[in-house]
């Protein structure tokens, strides 16, 4: 009973697990039954964790940043939300559910992505950033915590399947859904439409360049771009 009781609490206190559409609820790993065979105890928030997210959050997030188009359907909200580390989780503790698609094919894409919409939109602006600044600045505008900051906006967060690891930390697996949206918009509509959602999302956002512009000898470096690009030398005056 106390069990249960906990199991109910913790479906409510998560905003992405609904009780109204599960088949069964409580789940049969929740009702205490006395077997000769030790099992290990139910935790109702490794469930919780298992759960599909309600239908309409998943419709909710597709509208609310513009993509419903894109995201016409649950499963593919519910793929680019996915962690490539949860079919880990979902075999550990819930074997017998359906296997569930992944972002694992789309996030990589989409991270190469990012990183080419980023380096081309601040070399354009920049064009003679040393290249270690350059690297710097693409980190600083689609990096990881970023892209993770980027989800949390989105109301990613909730939605998010994923497994903690020594190898995924939380932010590693939130980074991968703006990733995977990226991909997405690429192979359904357009290179474009993808370089203008990472504008809007990513692109548009300020970033300190000062201090990533760091020189030893700032003299040397003076003279060799100007060597680089045949200017005129400086005169003091």
Same mark, same amino acid.
């Given at each position: 009973?106390?069990?249960?009781?906990?199991?109910?609490?913790?479906?409510?206190?998560?905003?992405?697990?609904?009780?109204?559409?599960? &088949?069964?609820? &409580?789940?049969?790993?929740?009702?205490?039954?006395?077997?000769?065979?030790?099992?290990?105890?139910?935790?109702?928030?490794?469930?919780?964790?298992?759960?599909?997210?309600?239908?309409?959050? #998943?419709?909710?997030?597709?509208?609310?940043?513009?993509?419903?188009?894109?995201?016409?359907?649950?499963?593919?909200?519910?793929?680019?939300?996915?962690?490539?580390?949860? &079919?880990?989780?979902?075999?550990?503790?819930?074997?017998?559910?359906?296997?569930?698609?992944?972002?694992?094919?789309?996030?990589?894409?989409?991270?190469?992505?990012?990183?080419?919409?980023?380096?081309?939109?601040?070399?354009?602006?920049?064009?003679?950033?040393?290249?270690?600044?350059?690297?710097?600045?693409?980190?600083?505008?689609?990096?990881?915590?970023?892209?993770?900051?980027?989800?949390?906006?989105?109301?990613?967060?909730?939605?998010?399947?994923?497994?903690?690891?020594?190898?995924?930390?939380?932010?590693?697996? #939130?980074?991968?859904?703006?990733?995977?949206?990226?991909?997405?918009?690429?192979?359904?509509?357009?290179?474009?439409?993808?370089?203008?959602?990472?504008?809007?999302?990513?692109?548009?956002?300020?970033?300190?360049?000062?201090?990533?512009?760091?020189?030893?000898?700032?003299?040397?470096? #003076? #003279?060799?771009?100007?060597?680089?690009?045949?200017?005129?030398?400086?005169?003091?005056?």
């Amino acid at each position: 009973m106390a069990a249960q009781k906990r199991l109910v609490s913790t479906a409510a206190k998560i905003a992405s697990v609904s009780t109204a559409y599960l &088949p069964r609820f &409580p789940p049969r790993e929740a009702i205490f039954k006395h077997s000769e065979i030790p099992k290990p105890p139910f935790a109702p928030e490794t469930w919780a964790s298992t759960r599909p997210p309600p239908p309409s959050a #998943l419709s909710a997030f597709a509208h609310r940043i513009g993509l419903a188009s894109v995201l016409s359907t649950s499963d593919s909200v519910l793929r680019v939300c996915t962690h490539s580390s949860f &079919p880990t989780l979902q075999q550990q503790f819930a074997p017998d559910e359906r296997k569930v698609q992944t972002n694992a094919q789309l996030a990589p894409l989409g991270n190469a992505l990012l990183g080419l919409f980023a380096t081309e939109f601040i070399h354009t602006a920049y064009p003679h950033l040393p290249t270690r600044v350059l690297k710097a600045a693409v980190s600083a505008q689609v990096g990881t915590q970023t892209c993770a900051a980027v989800a949390q906006e989105m109301g990613a967060a909730p939605l998010l399947r994923w497994h903690r690891s020594d190898d995924v930390s939380h932010s590693d697996a #939130l980074a991968s859904v703006p990733r995977a949206i990226t991909a997405l918009i690429y192979e359904k509509l357009s290179l474009l439409s993808a370089r203008q959602f990472v504008h809007s999302y990513f692109l548009s956002r300020e970033i300190d360049l000062r201090g990533m512009i760091k020189f030893r000898h700032p003299k040397i470096a #003076l #003279l060799e771009m100007i060597k680089k690009l045949n200017r005129e030398y400086p005169k003091s005056r």
